[in-house]
């Protein structure tokens, strides 16, 4: 042990009551950054995988062609300049098959579906629902979406859903709305044209918007429906990293000239709703690591006020400002890591915590308990924070212990 730390330590002992609130603070600072960070990521977290479990990372539709705008550079001449005038968008995937059989050159990719979509009406035995109708291959969507874990039933539901061609999978709001169970029939309805179908399972996603509207159907049954023999409303992407499906989109956009979209970019209004929550909490929670800094503040300035004639002593024995400097420092530096650690352990307990708390909830997802996401990165940012803050705060005082000189001290003039 350093003779400085060691008289550190000493000081810093002796004003019991001061160090245990500036130690306080900084653990409550800690703890509380973690906890507040892991679960709004937690949140957030669910949410994502949620949506890519839903509509998948990437969604590819709406073949577009480039226009030309050709303009004459000077009167009497043969001289043309070509502008581009933006694109011209084509509805739909008119080749799925093809298109899905160039994406499995993407290295990103993981699987494609086709889904054909339209809006129909849902008439039950009481009561009539718009909604979306969604033609699917269903063995090609269970490779892009997690349909598989959503249906209430699981495999055996599944199975009912392969073997009955006009069979239907219904979300649970739809379902609750028009009081179906699996069994019963409905029809769908577009103008004067009527089919009916069978309700062979009910699948819930959490998402009220999708839950509440959506209907998965086979997909000749949903050509038959929507008079669509050919092409599709788009290809469902499943990709194995999904942060660089932006990238992977532009990408597919360029070569195979169809528009694709990422899920940062469907999702960019929830997305931006999380990160202002967690910027937000982050900046509330700061406040106590602020408050540690100034209890950080009011102890140093206290021990250099009451310890002036052992500065004086100190310094008459050959420490210089520096040293003076350093032990007040150490000061601060024994608070934050005795804090640091004290409020990572309490921030990783009150999380844990908190993840086994019941909560029902939807809306946005379904879940029944707190979401919490472990992250390495919650606990060296509230560790940066509270250093920043306990730092800055226990400067001044150790400056200005390192100005009192040994005979202004005697004579009673160090200021």
């Not at 709703?273 to 102890?299: D, E, H, P, Q, R």
Request: hydrophobic share 45%.
């Amino acid at each position: 042990m350093s003779p400085n730390f060691h008289i550190a330590y000493r000081f810093l002992t002796a004003k019991k009551r001061a160090m245990l609130m500036s130690l306080s603070c900084t653990v409550l600072g800690v703890g509380l950054f973690i906890l507040t960070q892991a679960t709004t990521s937690g949140f957030e977290e669910f949410f994502i995988k949620t949506i890519l479990g839903t509509d998948g990372a990437i969604r590819i539709e709406d073949k577009f062609q480039d226009t030309l705008r050709v303009m004459s550079a000077s009167a009497g001449t043969d001289f043309e300049v070509s502008q581009r005038d933006g694109v011209k968008y084509i509805e739909g995937v008119e080749e799925p098959k093809a298109l899905i059989k160039e994406l499995k050159n993407f290295s990103n990719v993981i699987a494609a579906a086709p889904v054909l979509r339209g809006s129909v009406q849902i008439r039950s035995s009481f009561k009539n629902e718009t909604a979306q109708i969604f033609g699917i291959e269903i063995d090609e969507q269970l490779r892009v979406s997690d349909l598989g874990k959503q249906v209430i039933g699981g495999s055996g539901a599944l199975a009912r859903f392969r073997e009955n061609e006009a069979g239907a999978i219904v979300g649970r709001v739809l379902a609750d709305r028009l009081q179906l169970e699996v069994g019963n029939s409905i029809q769908v309805v577009i103008g004067s044209e009527l089919t009916r179908l069978r309700v062979t399972t009910i699948f819930e996603t959490g998402v009220q918007d999708i839950d509440k509207v959506r209907l998965y159907v086979h997909m000749s049954q949903a050509r038959s429906i929507l008079k669509k023999p050919t092409g599709v409303s788009f290809v469902q992407v499943s990709v194995f990293d999904r942060d660089r499906a932006p990238q992977t989109a532009a990408h597919i956009q360029w070569v195979l000239h169809h528009h694709a979209v990422a899920w940062q970019v469907r999702e960019k209004t929830w997305l931006e709703t999380f990160y202002a929550l967690k910027l937000s909490s982050a900046i509330t929670v700061s406040i106590f690591t602020l408050i540690a800094g100034l209890a950080m503040f009011n102890t140093l300035a206290m021990i250099v006020l009451e310890k002036t004639k052992d500065i004086a002593i100190l310094r008459s024995m050959g420490y210089e400002r520096s040293d003076i400097t350093r032990i007040f420092l150490w000061q601060a530096v024994i608070v934050l890591l005795v804090g640091a650690v004290v409020g990572c352990l309490v921030g990783a307990g009150t999380t844990y915590a908190v993840s086994h708390l019941p909560l029902h909830l939807t809306g946005i997802f379904k879940t029944d308990t707190f979401q919490v996401y472990w992250s390495p990165w919650h606990y060296l940012a509230a560790v940066t924070t509270a250093a920043i803050m306990v730092m800055i705060a226990s400067l001044f005082p150790a400056r200005r212990a390192a100005r009192f000189e040994p005979g202004d001290i005697v004579r009673g003039t160090a200021q």
